[in-house]
């Protein structure tokens, strides 16, 4: 085993390859909050990538209600459950083991294998709330204390020490040194399987027909021509940005990603105890339990927490967050003045520009007195 550096866990850690960080890394920032589990970014990859035969159950990119949804089911609690505790020091040094670290004697990774029956429920626990009605006597009072769920946006997290990377004894899976994109070659694959019990996050799958594994390739082609994923662009909540990262020593404040992760650290990494250094990141939910939000996005949630729900004092954050969505092409920079924020390609030219606040009409509230010429003894809108 090889000691790389886990910026996420603020130490070093034990995998079995030297660390060859990508000179730009993809990256997606999921803003939690603005999910409504339409699915449609579910649809859009599906049609694009996982229509043909042996693929039927896939979804490259799924949406699950958390805390009771998975797919593949139960994938997050086995993998903590195998894992035991799971410590961190203050905000700064996690103190646990990774999955790395905790592997049997022999192995690379520990991992489980999902049986093929946990593919077949997606929608398991969907718009399941935490608790009950019946505890939650007046909601306005305890607010989401007992009663909570919220939307988790699922693909592969192009991770920067991947698991399916270090399990496979084919060597078929590699990450594209220009992108930090993981791709399986399948010429290469033999079908053993190594990759879907090592991946925690359950992002490798297996075709039972063509009998190797595939898995999400971040839109790759579309990348290339400097386009957002299929997944971002058909999003109804406008909740995603497909970016890159630089490298933690090479932080670039102008730039989105950086901006986020680095350095307002708004956006987090899901489960970074399991030491794979996952490249999407999560602005979480406001109005989810501290101690769960913890457990899934590491420390630092209740800072990320606060500063959202100042973003609309904070020009400069507001901005970037209403550029989300905004355009199908991949930006670099961008900028805040006079109410409008705009985003830059490479060149510094503009790509898009949307003002902070759109303009809205309120209609004046009126009530009939009488409708033909009867008069109306409940209240009643006049149309
Ligand atoms: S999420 Fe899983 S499949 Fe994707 S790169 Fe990481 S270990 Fe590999
Ligand atoms: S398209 Fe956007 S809003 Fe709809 S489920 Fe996907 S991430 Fe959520």
Not at 162 to 170: G, I, L, S, T, Y
Not at 203 to 209: A, D, G, P, R
Not at 290 to 308: D, N, W
Request: net charge negative.
């Amino acid at each position: 085993m090889a000691k790389v550096r886990n910026w996420q866990l603020g130490r070093d850690m034990e995998y079995p390859y030297v660390a060859d960080r990508p000179a730009k890394q993809f990256t997606m920032i999921m803003d939690t909050n603005k999910c409504i589990a339409c699915q449609s970014c579910t649809i859009a990859c599906k049609s694009t990538w996982t229509w043909g035969k042996g693929q039927e159950f896939m979804l490259w990119n799924n949406i699950e209600t958390k805390p009771y949804g998975f797919y593949p089911t139960g994938w997050d609690v086995n993998v903590l459950e195998l894992l035991g505790e799971q410590e961190w020091d203050g905000d700064d040094v996690y103190t646990g083991q990774t999955v790395f670290e905790a592997a049997p004697a022999g192995e690379r990774v520990l991992g489980w294998a999902p049986a093929e029956e946990d593919w077949s429920h997606p929608n398991i626990g969907e718009d399941e709330p935490t608790g009950s009605a019946d505890e939650t006597t007046y909601i306005p009072d305890k607010p989401h204390s007992l009663m909570w769920m919220y939307y988790l946006q699922r693909i592969c997290n192009h991770c920067t020490y991947p698991a399916c990377v270090a399990a496979c004894p084919r060597e078929a899976i590699y990450k594209r040194p220009e992108d930090g994109i993981v791709l399986v070659d399948q010429t290469r694959c033999r079908g053993y399987q190594e990759c879907l019990t090592a991946c925690p996050y359950k992002k490798t799958m297996f075709n039972l027909e063509t009998r190797v594994s595939e898995k999400c390739i971040g839109c790759y082609p579309k990348l290339e021509q400097g386009l957002q994923t299929q997944c971002t662009t058909a999003c109804i909540g406008r909740l995603r940005l497909t970016n890159y990262l630089s490298a933690p020593d090479e932080v670039d404040p102008r730039k989105p990603a950086d901006f986020l992760v680095h350095v307002r650290m708004i956006a987090l990494p899901l489960y970074p105890q399991l030491g794979l250094e996952p490249n999407v990141y999560y602005i979480p939910p406001v109005h989810v339990p501290t101690k769960y939000l913890t457990q899934m996005f590491g420390p630092g949630v209740e800072r990320a927490v606060e500063m959202y729900r100042n973003a609309k004092d904070d020009p400069e954050l507001l901005g970037l967050l209403m550029l989300f969505g905004s355009t199908e092409r991949i930006w670099h920079t961008w900028d805040v003045s006079d109410g409008v924020a705009r985003a830059y390609d490479e060149d510094g030219e503009e790509v898009v520009a949307v003002p902070l606040r759109e303009p809205t009409f309120t209609r004046p509230f009126e009530f009939a007195t009488e409708v033909a010429g009867e008069p109306v003894t409940g209240f009643r809108h006049n149309t």
